[in-house]
Nanobody, 125 residues
Framework: VQLQASGGGWVQPGDSLRLSCVASGRSLNGQSIAWFRQTPGKEREFVAGIQWNSRITYYAESVKGRFAVSRDSAKSTVNLQMNSLKVEDTAVYYC???????????????????WGQGTLVTVSS
């Protein structure tokens, strides 16, 4: 699976931004797609994910109620709608896919097999 993330940019606190992750190369059936983010000097942090077949979504506590992940099967795309952005949301955001994701490991970066390049989100006034 090849993943291409896009949609990053600079926004002010309170603004919204939508990231997209387009998949190619193989079907996403049976995959879980997740978003992670990373800032300099820190480990990659789980943000949100979706099971492609069931559409079950899961979120980090820090983004619940503000971020929403969804999929568009026609476009093989997973979107991350980010609302009420905060300065601390500033990071490089990555999308990832994995076929062996279970509940206990779905927030672990090491559980995912495929990664896209990052897209930078900067939240600043």
């Amino acid at each position: 699976v090849q993943l291409q993330a896009s949609g990053g940019g600079w926004v002010q606190p309170g603004d919204s931004l939508r990231l997209s992750c387009v998949a190619s190369g193989r079907s996403l059936n049976g995959q879980s797609i997740a978003w992670f983010r990373q800032t300099p000097g820190k480990e990659r942090e789980f943000v949100a994910g979706i099971q492609w077949n069931s559409r079950i979504t899961y979120y980090a506590e820090s983004v619940k109620g503000r971020f929403a992940v969804s999929r568009d099967s026609a476009k093989s795309t997973v979107n991350l709608q980010m609302n009420s952005l905060k300065v601390e949301d500033t990071a490089v955001y990555y999308c990832a896919a994995g076929s062996r994701i279970i509940v206990t490991t779905r927030t672990w970066a090491t559980a995912y097999d495929y990664w896209g390049q990052g897209t930078l989100v900067t939240v600043s006034s």
